[in-house]
């Protein structure tokens, strides 16, 4: 029902959206409403939109390659330690992420990275969830008896890595992947902590800062209420495209 309004609303100017129905169309000034949103401020909103493709798409596939290598590690080689080490990624999923945000804004400002892409880029990377996603994967997708015909013919561990293993692992990145996307993508309250200059703002924070003048300039709400729905169109072009390996991935999960 949220997604429904804000298309209802964005059909609607500035009067309609306060003298009509929140569920029904105004006078489709979508384009209108469009062209002031991508226009307004020299184009501010393309710039935090992508932003967040940039934190969202850079962020998330680095991310989602450590976890996959780092899983398959724990999955399918024997060193010291392997289990209390993976029982402390386990416990990095039970730590809320807003409790380490001043943690990490203390670290961020000793290496002189606040307020830069880095302070965002950089977090994503750690993701103890898609850890425990990325082992369950390798176990059920990567037969060993595949790895050791593999040794067996003198392929070396990095190229075995790249050249079997990652692609049986294609459905689990693909899903840790949506996963990692997805939660950069509503990363609001650590981009909210790390930057200052608005040119570097992901679109959620910038459109928290526009509702946050609504109150004295009404006519913003136009511009939050359209800037909300292109911001989600992102999040469901991702999913209905990349669905298959969604569905293939959690299923494997699940089975295993």
């Known amino acids: 029902m949220p997604v429904s309004w804000l298309l209802f609303a964005a059909t609607k100017n500035h009067r309609d959206l306060f003298a009509t129905s929140g569920f029904a169309f105004g006078d489709f000034n979508l384009y209108a409403n469009l062209q002031h949103l991508f226009t307004f401020n020299d184009g501010i909103y393309l710039r935090w939109f992508g932003n967040s493709v940039l934190y969202s798409v850079v962020g998330s596939a680095a991310s989602t390659f450590l976890c996959v290598a780092t899983g398959y590690a724990f999955d399918k080689y024997d060193f010291r330690g392997k289990e209390k080490l993976f029982g402390l990624v386990l416990g990095g999923v039970l730590v809320p992420t807003t409790v380490i945000q001043l943690p990490m804004y203390l670290l961020a400002t000793e290496a002189g990275v606040v307020n830069t892409y ?108 359209t800037g909300s729905l292109v911001a989600v169109v992102p999040l469901i072009v991702a999913f209905v495209c990349l669905q298959r390996f969604w569905r293939s991935g959690l299923t494997a999960g699940a089975v295993k």
């Open 118 to 225: 880095w302070a965002l880029l950089l977090p994503a990377l750690v993701n103890p969830f898609g850890v425990y996603l990325a082992r369950v994967f390798s176990e059920g997708y990567v037969p060993n008896e595949v790895l050791e015909a593999a040794r067996v013919d003198g392929a070396g561990e990095l190229g075995m890595f790249a050249r079997i293993s990652l692609p049986m692992l294609a459905p689990g990145f693909m899903t840790i992947f949506l996963f990692s996307f997805t939660a950069s993508w509503n990363n609001f309250f650590g981009a909210l902590v790390m930057l200052n200059d608005d040119k570097l703002y992901p679109v959620n924070l910038g459109l928290f800062m526009w509702n946050s003048t609504t109150a004295q300039q009404p006519e913003f709400y136009s511009l939050v209420i």
